[in-house]
């Protein structure tokens, strides 16, 4: 039961909601309690006031040696209200009169006479008032006790107040908070739970949602109720994250699909071949050359394709490390171009290079140069016979440019966005001739990969009828080691 986050919400509200209901009882209790025990003594004072005004106006009318009791049992009658009992003691600590002395309301038996009296007289001697709460009765009495002068003497008057009606109405009080929290609280966590289950009620949709996405339906999205909400941005984030998951998904099938694709190729020229050389049992030396040849060519392909799988696979995988080391890139451009002179020659091409200054820098050299190789691989496959590419490299501010321009049929606008992509070739637009030694389409991908490993970029930066230029912009600063390859997708 507690597994459910519905329950759990549900009891974590209901049991602060009750912490706070109790919490805000008691401290209205005590403030209520505090302001009837504040309103009992200052009733208790204003009617001592009024008690010893009466006094003093009685004894001003009375000349004899009994004026003093007179006044007080007459401002004890006028006075008497009921739950109250006075008693005025003489100077020397005997009981002057009280409310005792009455016919018609004695106070209860034996008060005025309990220890619990006796403890409030005590406990006055040393201060001229008193408020103290005392034992006796039903509920016990709020007694105060003042000093008042009469006929040059001292006396002390006492008036008790029972406490029985306040106990009352704290009791009431206490019975309304005994039945108005537990029903506060019940109701409180039913609501509570129907707004904790009305509340996840999208995160239930969303997980049931999830639970159907598989591999097969990677298409469907989980629902949005509302975007403006923490869960409306959780959805909208897995959303996103699914997004990335198809499209990895669909990079990764038609990878597998182009992969095989290409690898199908040779090894069915590879298979046709050979079966072809054993065919007949005896054949002519120059047949079986010629056999030998196709398959030497086809093997060399397939093996070309497998190495560069394997190098996009371990970029993939950030498992390429680069080795950078200090060099001259206008030197490794100036090798790579005479190196590709004997294919450009094949194809009846003229092949330029132009740098004119010296290009320090720290990079991987290797990988740089597999990467000039591939750009002028792919600029000598696409133009046609006698044509140019020319291939430059100079400092563009922070930068290293190093631009290869073909003469080619350039790349539609269309499809010049897809350039980059592993086995895309835009052969409808770019027309290669059958001994251009084929191609997979994974010289621009790795080339790309290359240049981020970098830290710099590969575009293509101009493509139309009158040829392509691509650009490879690499970093300048030649003492900053460079990390490892990143992760590339």
């Not at 269309?414 to 290669?432: P, S, Y």
Request: aromatic residues 8%; charged residues 20%; contains cysteine.
């Amino acid at each position: 039961m507690l597994d459910s986050v519905r329950v759990r919400l549900t009891l974590w509200y209901t049991g602060l909601l009750a912490l706070f209901l109790v919490l805000l009882a008691l401290i209205t209790y005590f403030i209520f309690w505090r302001s009837t025990l504040q309103r009992t003594d200052g009733n208790l004072a204003e009617l001592s006031e009024a008690f010893l005004s009466t006094v003093r106006a009685e004894v001003l009318d009375d000349y004899g040696a009994d004026a003093p009791r007179h006044a007080v049992q007459e401002a004890i009658t006028e006075h008497h209200y009921r739950d109250h009992v006075f008693a005025v003691l003489e100077p020397n600590g005997g009981m002057l009169t009280s409310s005792q002395d009455l016919p018609n309301e004695p106070p209860p038996s034996g008060l005025l006479s309990s220890a619990a009296f006796q403890k409030l007289l005590a406990d006055s001697a040393g201060v001229d008032r008193l408020f103290e709460n005392m034992k006796g009765g039903r509920s016990g009495y709020r007694a105060f006790v003042r000093k008042f002068p009469l006929k040059g003497q001292t006396y002390t008057l006492v008036i008790l107040q029972s406490l029985h009606p306040q106990q009352e109405m704290l009791e009431e009080v206490r019975a309304t908070f005994a039945w108005v929290i537990p029903i506060a609280i019940f109701l409180a966590s039913v609501g509570g739970y129907f707004l904790a289950r009305k509340s996840l009620a999208p995160v239930v949709a969303m997980s049931s949602q999830a639970g159907r996405i598989s591999a097969e339906n990677l298409h469907e999205r989980l629902p949005i109720q509302n975007a403006r909400d923490e869960l409306g941005r959780l959805a909208a984030s897995f959303n996103e994250l699914l997004e990335r998951v198809d499209q990895s998904f669909e990079r990764q099938r038609r990878f597998m699909s182009d992969a095989s694709h290409e690898l199908r190729t040779p090894a069915a020229i590879l298979r046709g071949e050979s079966e072809v050389a054993l065919s007949r049992a005896e054949r002519p030396a120059e047949e079986y050359r010629e056999s030998l040849a196709v398959l030497h060519a086809e093997a060399h392909r397939l093996t070309q394709i497998v190495e560069d799988l394997f190098t996009l696979t371990r970029a993939d995988a950030g498992q390429y490390p680069l080795s950078p080391r200090g060099f001259y890139l206008d030197e490794l451009v100036a090798d790579c171009t005479h190196a590709a002179r004997s294919l450009a020659s094949a194809k009846q091409i003229t092949l330029t290079c132009e740098v004119l200054e010296e290009l320090p820098i720290c990079a991987d050299e290797a990988l740089l140069g597999r990467m000039i190789l591939n750009l002028l691989d792919n600029a000598i496959k696409y133009t046609p016979a006698g044509g140019r590419v020319t291939v430059s490299c100079g400092r563009s501010g922070v930068e290293y440019a190093l631009s290869v321009t073909d003469s080619g049929p350039g790349i539609p606008e269309e499809l010049q966005e897809r350039v980059f992509e592993r086995f895309f070739r835009a052969d409808k637009a770019r027309t290669r001739s059958e001994n251009d030694g084929g191609g997979a389409g994974l010289g621009l991908s790795i080339a790309r990969w290359i240049t981020e490993a970098h830290h710099g970029r590969l575009i293509l930066a101009r493509s139309d009828s009158s040829g392509s230029t691509f650009s490879a912009l690499l970093p300048a600063q030649a003492s900053v080691p460079l990390p490892a390859a990143p992760l590339i997708r």
